[in-house]
């Protein structure tokens, strides 16, 4: 997919930062810019929350999963119930608990 970005010249010193940083962590423009988009977007958000950002589950569909959570006498993790009831699949939990913990303070 491509998406074409428009920026005036008071905003060349965005672009700028952008590429010092790809340079640094030899990346693309394209995936600094993901990055920062992908951590404005999914800051401070919970496993569900994620995921329904992804497209792989609605929220009703997190809900019932945390209702089988708190019902749950080994209380599971939410991405296990998930993958258990084949809602979502292992990659799709993985991905979003990868975006979560980029983004948690140690």
Do not use: H
């Amino acid at each position: 997919m491509q998406t074409t970005v428009y920026y005036s010249e008071e905003d060349q010193y965005l672009i700028d930062l952008v590429d010092q940083v790809a340079r640094r962590e030899r990346k693309s423009r394209s995936a600094v810019i993901l990055s920062i988009l992908e951590e404005y977007f999914e800051r401070d958000k919970r496993l569900g929350e994620i995921l329904v950002d992804m497209g792989v589950v609605n929220p009703r569909q997190v809900e019932q999963g945390l209702a089988r959570q708190r019902e749950d006498e080994e209380r599971r993790p939410l991405g296990e119930i998930l993958i258990a009831e084949g809602l979502v699949s292992p990659e799709a939990v993985e991905r979003a608990l990868a975006i979560q913990s980029r983004f948690r303070l140690s």
